[in-house]
């Protein structure tokens, strides 16, 4: 099959690399509290692969350990790349979608989806920065704006300046906002604080793109229980993500706001039935006094998951629940990503080729209507 006539697939869940110019963009008064180091070496990375501080602070915060390690890194990118700038130029973005057979893709942040979220930078400082970088990647996907898909970073520690952030990205057609399941200021995502938020993105008709990332400085699930990087990321995304459906569902988010679609993104796929099934027994057995609509019900109707391209348990989950709410995402440019291969893996998966069409394609577009 040439690449020509391969199928074509929309990646729920690719990422940037944020550059020096979306931190110029910071408001005056806030870059005194912004450091910029540059560790690596090599001529091309130099100004492109940095280690960013907010007051003081690094993010992601790397559990202590030598700051150095987060750029070991690079020789494996520039083996992957070997002609550079993947997830950092809109030109070279859109070529390594055509590698990727990936016809358009849903756009999330890397260190943005740390900086909003610490606590200590207080509203102001937290508005700015998801602002700056509303700002820029709508400037990047500018380049081709049906095939690059902003998701918008919002600042939930103020929900007024959160609303006015929804309210300008939904007049530039993002597809949704990112948020992360754990908890700021001791507010869970079922927090009534949020109800606002979750209101206008439903009128917006934009997604809630629910997304983990390791050392946060936010309350995380199994930290406490694990001595390194590795075991950290092993936990957090899974656990987190669960424990985020059951806030939600327990302050009857999805009851209240039943036009909204919640993307749980980069967990694996397997926890979904597991959770769902555990959370349906507890009407079952009558522990739950929960009314409505069952946690199947509610993931069938309003939740989606997202599938790695070499997920090897993709046809167990497709089995145990339906062909309609899980999404391929590719990762890219992450290193966890498999570029230039994940066209290939997802096609080898044993799935029927229309359970392959859901999963790549259409389910992407119901889990982002604006899409």
């Known amino acids: 099959?040439?690449?020509?006539?391969?199928?074509?697939?929309?990646?729920?869940?690719?990422?940037?690399?944020?550059?020096?110019?979306m931190w110029d963009r910071i408001p005056k008064p806030y870059q005194s509290r912004i450091e910029h180091r540059f560790p690596v070496e090599d001529p091309y990375y130099h100004k492109r692969i940095f280690d960013t501080?907010?007051?003081?602070?690094?993010?992601?915060?790397?559990m202590g350990q030598d700051r150095l390690k987060r750029f070991r890194l690079i020789p494996r990118m520039l083996k992957k790349f070997p002609d550079g700038a993947p997830g950092m130029e809109p030109e070279r973005m859109l070529k390594d979608f055509d590698i990727e057979g990936l016809d358009a893709a849903a756009i999330y942040p890397t260190l943005c989806l740390f900086a909003?979220?610490?606590?200590?930078?207080?509203?102001?400082?937290?508005?700015?920065?998801?602002?700056?970088?509303?700002?820029?990647?709508?400037?990047?996907?500018?380049?081709d704006r049906r095939r690059l898909r902003p998701v918008a970073v919002i600042s939930f520690h103020d929900v007024s300046s959160a609303l006015k952030e929804i309210e300008r990205c939904a007049a530039r057609n993002f597809v949704g906002a990112f948020m992360r399941p754990n908890p700021l200021y001791n507010r869970t995502l079922g927090s009534e604080d949020y109800f606002p938020i979750y209101k206008a993105l439903e009128q917006a008709g934009m997604t809630v793109g629910i997304h983990e990332g390791n050392f946060s400085l936010l309350p995380t699930a199994g930290l406490d229980r694990v001595k390194d990087q590795a075991g950290h990321h092993i936990v957090c995304h899974p656990l987190e993500q669960m424990l985020a459906f059951l806030s939600l569902y327990q302050a009857e988010v999805f009851a209240k706001f039943p036009k909204l679609n919640f993307l749980f993104l980069e967990c694996g796929t397997l926890w979904a039935p597991y959770w769902i099934e555990r959370m349906d027994?507890?009407?079952?057995?009558?522990?739950?006094?929960?009314?409505?609509?069952?946690?199947?019900?509610?993931?069938?109707?309003?939740?989606?998951?997202?599938?790695?391209?070499?997920d090897h348990f993709l046809p167990t989950v497709l089995q145990l629940m339906?062909?309609?709410?899980?999404?391929?995402?590719?990762d890219y440019p992450h290193d966890e990503s498999h570029y230039p291969n994940s066209h290939k893996l997802f096609m080898d998966q044993a799935i029927s080729e229309a359970a392959r069409d859901k999963v790549g394609r259409t389910n992407t577009l119901r889990a982002y209507p604006r899409f």
């Open 116 to 143: 909003p979220w610490i606590p200590k930078l207080g509203a102001g400082f937290a508005s700015a920065i998801a602002t700056a970088y509303n700002d820029w990647i709508y400037d990047f996907c500018s380049v």
């Open 322 to 330: 339906g062909e309609d709410n899980v999404l391929m995402s590719t």
């Open 1 to 21: 099959m040439t690449t020509e006539n391969r199928p074509r697939f929309i990646d729920a869940d690719a990422h940037i690399f944020e550059q020096l110019d």
């Open 53 to 62: 501080y907010l007051d003081g602070e690094p993010i992601p915060t790397w």
């Open 281 to 310: 027994a507890e009407l079952r057995e009558y522990r739950s006094n929960q009314s409505g609509r069952a946690p199947s019900e509610i993931f069938r109707d309003q939740c989606f998951v997202s599938t790695e391209v070499d």
